[in-house]
């Protein structure tokens, strides 16, 4: 907690209920995980919404240090846009393809939304988009991915000491020379 940035610790008495959410993620959620056997659904689950059980399979997964490369890095969800993007481009065209992708990655941010990673890709998505379709290809990967870092550090320099942020970073540089 102390490399988010947390120092102290808030004590309640009383927790009363005033506000729930109506959409009801975590029954989405839940009704997702249901179409899967017991030990894909652990696996799924960890990777897509951080929910770790002690599963034989996610500790295999976590004695190999696979576990934090593949959930903090975003490399499943920058996967899965890729090819979504890939199967919509045989109908779509490049610009439309990229903005419906955007789009399911918006929904898929409010099921997981604290997560950085998913952040990350979300907004580096979102510039990449600007920059092709209405900057006309004017800043290069690299100052994006510099723009983007700055944002994130300037929002919380925190994120600096995190493995999310380091890895997300850090994969993309060294995928783009």
């Not at 998505?125 to 700055?150: A, E, T, Y």
């Not at 320099?157 to 995928?175: K, T």
């Amino acid at each position: 907690l102390e490399k988010k940035g947390v120092t102290y610790r808030l004590y309640a008495d009383y927790i009363s209920v005033n506000f729930r959410n109506p959409l009801r993620i975590r029954s989405y959620q839940n009704w997702f995980l249901s179409h899967f056997d017991e030990q894909s659904k652990s696996l799924v689950q960890a990777i897509l919404f951080s929910h770790q059980d002690d599963s034989e399979i996610i500790q295999s997964i976590k004695d190999l240090h696979l576990f934090r490369l593949v959930s903090t890095s975003g490399l499943y969800l920058a996967a899965f846009i890729a090819f979504l993007e890939f199967i919509l481009s045989f109908k779509l065209k490049e610009k439309w393809t990229k903005l419906f992708a955007l789009i399911i990655l918006c929904f898929y941010g409010l099921f997981t939304f604290p997560r950085f990673s998913v952040l990350r890709i979300l907004f580096m998505n979102i510039f990449w988009w600007i920059n092709n379709h209405r900057w006309h290809g004017k800043l290069k990967s690299h100052d994006i991915l510099g723009l983007l870092g700055l944002m994130f550090l300037f929002i919380d320099y925190h994120l600096a000491y995190q493995d999310a942020f380091i890895l997300g970073f850090s994969i993309p540089i060294f995928y783009s020379f």
